[in-house]
C-alpha cells in the first residue's frame, strides 16, 4: 500500500524509509544464512523480499525530493553487508561456525527492522498522530514474525526464532498505537463561531 500510495501522489511524504531499508539488508542477509544452511524456505522467501524490498527502495529514492539522505543511509547499511559478508567467508573457514556467526549477524539486523518503525516513537506520541506508521505494514510484520517465530521453533533454530519475537512485541505496541491514535482524528477542524 505504501508503494501504491507513493506512486498514486509522486511523492514520499508519510512514508518512513529506514524499515524498508533494515528489512532489504534483512533479507539479503537471511538469503545468505540460507544458502549456508541449504534451506530452501528461506532461499525463497528472502529472494522475493529482497527483491521487492529494492523494488520499493528505488521507488523510494526515485520520489524523494531529499535524495542524498536515502542514498547515504542505502549505501552505508550496503557497506555494512559487504563487509560482514566478507568477515564470514574469507575469515571463517569452518562452516558451523560460519552458520553461527552468520546467524547471529541476521539476528541482529532482524531485531533493528523491527525496532525501526518505533524510531518515531516519541514523535506519534507528541503529535497523538500515527500518519507516520503504515497500518498494513504493522499487519504484515505481525505475521511475518509470527511464522518466522513458528518455524524457527518446529526447526530448534534459535536463530531464526528469538530474532522475530520483537517483531511481535513491536508490532503489537504499533497496533496499541493506531487504537489510541486513530488515523482519522489527527485531521485539523476549525472550531466553529457561535
Avoid at 511524504?13 to 539488508?25: A, K, M, Y
Avoid at 521507488?59 to 542514498?71: D, E, G, I, M
Avoid at 506520541?125 to 503504515?134: A, D, G
Wanted: charged fraction near 10%; include cysteine.
Amino acid at each position: 500500500s505504501d508503494l501504491r500510495q507513493m506512486l498514486a501522489t509522486k511523492s514520499v511524504e508519510n512514508i518512513q524509509f529506514l524499515p524498508f531499508l533494515t528489512t532489504d539488508v534483512n533479507n539479503l542477509s537471511w538469503l545468505g544464512y540460507g544458502c549456508l544452511k541449504q534451506d530452501w524456505t528461506l532461499i525463497t522467501v528472502n529472494t522475493i523480499g529482497a527483491a521487492l524490498q529494492t523494488l520499493y527502495i528505488l521507488a523510494y529514492l526515485y520520489y524523494s525530493p531529499a535524495k542524498r539522505p536515502v542514498l547515504l543511509q542505502s549505501l552505508l547499511l550496503l557497506a555494512v553487508m559487504a563487509a560482514g559478508y566478507s568477515c564470514f567467508t574469507l575469515l571463517i573457514v569452518d562452516t558451523r561456525t560460519r552458520l553461527a556467526r552468520l546467524g547471529l549477524f541476521c539476528s541482529v539486523f532482524t531485531i533493528s527492522m523491527y525496532l525501526s518503525p518505533l524510531a518515531d516513537l516519541a514523535k506519534i506520541v507528541r503529535s497523538k498522530s500515527t500518519r507516520c506508521l503504515s497500518f498494513p505494514l504493522t499487519v504484515t510484520t505481525f505475521l511475518a514474525s509470527t511464522s518466522w517465530t513458528l518455524y524457527g521453533l518446529q526447526l530448534h533454530d534459535p536463530y531464526i526464532m528469538v530474532p522475530n519475537m520483537p517483531g511481535i512485541v513491536t508490532s503489537v505496541v504499533r497496533f496499541w498505537l493506531f487504537w489510541r491514535y486513530p488515523p482519522g482524528q489527527d485531521k485539523p477542524y476549525r472550531p466553529l463561531h457561535a
